[in-house]
C-alpha cells in the first residue's frame, strides 16, 4: 500500500499570527520528501510537531513572496550545521540562486554539501522530478509576481494478477510483466485468457496539487486534473472577492470551483488572511460548492489517499 | 521610577531546537522599544508571547550570523503590509544594507516606509543612540567574523531636593536644576546650605549589556563597567572549554568571569548550544564564579532594576 503523506507546516498569508505561520508543507511518498515552500519559522514547525525530515533531498518553492521562502535561508544552515553531505536540489524562480549565495556570502560560508538550483522558468511541461513510480511537474499560476503550482502524480499502477493462476500456469516472469501491463495470456495448449479475466484493475493512482499563490484561473484545472488532494488558497471569504481579484489571491468560494472544475477528490484550504481568527465562514462558503472541503490544519499530517 | 525591561525572544544558538529559537530580545525603556539580534521566528515569538512591539523604531544587529538576523527581512515585511510610515533605523555591520535591498528587490517591494542603514563599523565610543535619558553604545566581540555588543545606560540622574525647603525658600528654577546637579545653595540672607544637607542622592542609573557572540575576552569589561544587568553568551559548559575557544564562543563560568570582573549586578545566561535540553549545569558552574547568575527563559520579560 503507498503511503502518500502531507504534513501542513504553515498555513496563513503573508503576515504571520499567533494561530497561523507562512507557508510550508512536506510532502512523504515511500521514503522520499519534498518540501514546498519554505516560509519563515518552517524548521521550528518541523520541529515543533516532531515532524523529521531526513530524507529531504528536494525543495519547490512557489515565488519569491517572503512568506513563502523567508525560512529557506535558515533551513540550508541547519542542515550545514548538522553536517549534511549529501546534495539539496532547490526548485525555484530563478532569482532565489543569486540571493541565496549573497546570504552565505555575508556570512562567510562555505556549505559542506552542495547546493542544485534549478530554475522554474526552465521547466514547461516536463518533469521537475520524475522516478519509476512518479513525477513532479510545475504550472504557471496567476499572481503579482512569476508564480508555480505544483503537482505530484503518481504513475499508472499495474494491473494485478491472481498469485494462484500464475502458479498453476507456470507463467514465465517476461510474461507477468506484460500482463500486468494490460496483455492477454496465451498458455501451452493455445487457451487465450483475457487480460480483463486474469488480473483485476490496481488503485487509482494518487496525486496531489499545490497552488497558492493565485487569483481565480480557470486555466489551471487542465494541470491538476482529477487529483486525490488539491491544497488550493483560500485567502479571502466571498464578501472580498473584488479585493481578492485585485492582489490576484482566491476566495474560498473560487478554490471550490477549481477543485470541482479539475475533479478533484478532496480539498483542502490555506493561506487564510490575518483577519480570519477562525475560518470556518471560508469553509462553509467552500462546502457550497464542493462539499468535500476541509479546512488546513498546522501541524496535522494528511494521509492522501482515494476516499 | 523608570522602567527598563528586558523580553528574551530566542536563546538559542545556530541550530534552532523544539525548546530554543535564535537569538532576538526586546528591551523596553519608557515609551522606547529597541530590539537587539533578529533570528528567525523573531516576529512569531513576539505574537506567541504576546509582546507588542508598537512603538519599535531602533534594531540592532551584534553580527550576520544567520541566527541572528534572518527573522529581520520577515519583520521588515510584516510592518510594511500593516502600513508602517514611520522609519525603521537598523544598527547592523555594513553588509547586511545590501543583503535587506537585495531581498526587497527580489520580491519587486518598495517600502511604504523608510528604511535607514546606520553601520557598526562606523562607531567607535560614540553613541549609537542618544537621548536626554540615556544612550545605547557599541562596542567590539571576540568572534569569527566582525561582531558587536550592546550596552544601554541611563544617564546618571539629578539629585532630589526637599519639595518643603523649595517651597519655603522660594528658590528660582534656574537655581532648583542647579542644586539638582550638585550645587550648593545661598539664600536672600546670604546663608550657605550644602548640596549634600539640602538633597537626597538619586536611584543609580540602570544599564543593560548584550554580548552574544563572543569568546573569553577580558578586554569587554571596560565597556560593560558596572552594569545593572549582563547577558552574556554561554554557549558551551567547562568540560566544552577547549571547543568553546576554538569556535570563539564562552563557557559559562567565562561569563560569569567577565560578570565579576565587569561588577555587574546581575547576570542572564544565554545563546545554548542544542546539546544542552536542560542547561542547569551552565547555571551552576557560572554560579560558582558569579552568584547572582540566571538562566533566561523564552518569552520572560526581565525588569532591570538595583537589586
Not at 518541523?46 to 525560512?71: A, V, W
Not at 560560508?109 to 520524475?130: A, K, S
Not at 502524480?153 to 494490460?182: A, D, H, W, Y
Amino acid at each position: 500500500m503507498s503511503n502518500l503523506k502531507l504534513s501542513v507546516l504553515g498555513n496563513g498569508a503573508a503576515v504571520p499570527t499567533a494561530y497561523c505561520n507562512p507557508s510550508g508543507q512536506l510532502l512523504t511518498f515511500e521514503g522520499n520528501q519534498f518540501l514546498i515552500d519554505c516560509g519563515e519559522g518552517t524548521q521550528m514547525q518541523l520541529l515543533k510537531h516532531k515532524i523529521r525530515y531526513r530524507k529531504l533531498e528536494n525543495i519547490f518553492i512557489s515565488h519569491l513572496h517572503g512568506d513563502h521562502y523567508y525560512g529557506l535561508i535558515g533551513l540550508i544552515s541547519t542542515f550545514h550545521l548538522y553536517g549534511r553531505e549529501k546534495p539539496l536540489t532547490i526548485y525555484a524562480p530563478a532569482d532565489l540562486e543569486e540571493l541565496i549565495k549573497h546570504q552565505l556570502q555575508v556570512s562567510k560560508t562555505t556549505l559542506n554539501y552542495e547546493l542544485r538550483f534549478m530554475h522554474l522558468e526552465n521547466y514547461n511541461d516536463d518533469p521537475l522530478f520524475e522516478s519509476d513510480d512518479f513525477y513532479i511537474k510545475s504550472f504557471p499560476l496567476k499572481h503579482s509576481v512569476p508564480c508555480w503550482g505544483f503537482v505530484f502524480r503518481e504513475k499508472p499502477l499495474l494491473r494485478k494478477i491472481n498469485r494462484e493462476f500464475i502458479e498453476n500456469k507456470k507463467i514465465p516472469s517476461e510474461q507477468i510483466v506484460k500482463i500486468k501491463q494490460g496483455s492477454d495470456f496465451v498458455d501451452s495448449d493455445g487457451v487465450t485468457y483475457l487480460n480483463s479475466q486474469i488480473t483485476i484493475a490496481p488503485r487509482k493512482s494518487l496525486s496531489y496539487a499545490y497552488c497558492s499563490d493565485t487569483a481565480y484561473d480557470e486555466s489551471i484545472t487542465k494541470h491538476i486534473k482529477d487529483v486525490t488532494l488539491l491544497y488550493h488558497e483560500a485567502t479571502f471569504d466571498n464578501s472580498m472577492e473584488t479585493v481578492a481579484s485585485e492582489k490576484l489571491h482566491s476566495t474560498a468560494s473560487q478554490a471550490a470551483q477549481i477543485a470541482k472544475n479539475s475533479n478533484s477528490l478532496k480539498l483542502l484550504l490555506g493561506h487564510f488572511s490575518a483577519r480570519f481568527k477562525d475560518p470556518k465562514v471560508l469553509l462553509d462558503e467552500a462546502r457550497k460548492v464542493f462539499p468535500n472541503t476541509f479546512l488546513s490544519i498546522e501541524g496535522r499530517t494528511y494521509l492522501i489517499e482515494n476516499k
